[in-house]
C-alpha cells in the first residue's frame, strides 16, 4: 500500500467517521431567536467532534494498513 493510497484511505475514511459523530451530544434550542431553525444545536461541539473522528480514523488506517502489508 503506497502512502498516496494510505492517505487517500484516511481522508475517505475520516469523512465517514465524522459523519457517524455528528448526531451525538446534540441539544435543541428550547426557545430558539426567531429567523433561526428549530433544530439547530446550542453547542456541536465540532472540535471535539473533529479530535475524535481524528483519532478513530488513525486507528482505523493504521489496522488497515498493518493488516495490507503484513
Do not use: S
Not at 484516511?10 to 451530544?25: A, G, S
Not at 467532534?49 to 486507528?59: A, C, D, E, R
Amino acid at each position: 500500500m503506497t502512502i498516496i493510497q494510505t492517505f487517500v484511505f484516511f481522508v475517505l475514511t475520516w469523512w465517514m467517521v465524522f459523519y457517524l459523530t455528528l448526531p451525538f451530544c446534540v441539544k435543541k434550542e428550547d426557545n430558539p431567536i426567531p429567523g433561526q431553525a428549530m433544530g439547530a444545536p446550542k453547542n456541536a461541539y465540532i472540535k471535539q467532534k473533529m479530535l475524535i473522528t481524528t483519532g478513530v480514523t488513525l486507528t482505523i488506517t493504521l489496522l488497515f494498513y498493518l493488516y495490507m502489508n503484513y
